[in-house]
């Protein structure tokens, strides 16, 4: 599986991007989808997940209620809406598919990645 990510890109805080993940394959219906994020210096930290069907999703506290995920598998395609960006959402954005079709939080648990979108958030 091959994942494109697209979307990323410089804004002002409290504004908006939509990230976007292709995937190369037609099986992606079958596996559970996450975004990630890396800030210089620090540990990839999950940002989203979402299962096989996008019935069940997942948000840490520090991004719940403003990033919104959503897969289109007729597409091949998980998008993660960001609304009200903070400078703190500054880093590298990556897609990942999981090994199974599970809302999966841990790195660990992703077989594919993408190659990364910058979101920069200038204050």
């Known amino acids: 599986v091959q994942l494109q990510a697209s979307g990323g890109g410089l804004v002002q805080a409290g504004g908006s991007l939509r990230l976007s993940c292709a995937a190369s394959?037609?099986?992606?219906?079958?596996?559970?989808m996450g975004w990630f994020r890396q800030a210089p210096g620090k540990e990839r930290e999950i940002v989203s997940a979402?299962?096989?069907?996008?019935?069940?999703?997942y948000y840490p506290d520090s991004v719940k209620g403003r990033f919104t995920i959503a897969r289109d598998n007729a597409k091949n395609t998980v998008y993660l809406q960001m609304n009200s960006l903070k400078p703190e959402d500054t880093a590298v954005y990556y897609c990942?598919?999981?090994?199974?079709?599970?809302?999966?939080?841990?790195?660990?648990?992703?077989?594919?990645w993408g190659q990364g979108t910058l979101v920069t958030v200038s204050s």
């Open positions: 990942a598919a999981a090994r199974t079709g599970r809302a999966s939080l841990s790195p660990s648990e992703y077989s594919y």
């Open positions: 394959r037609r099986t992606f219906s079958n596996n559970g």
């Open positions: 979402i299962n096989w069907s996008g019935g069940s999703t």
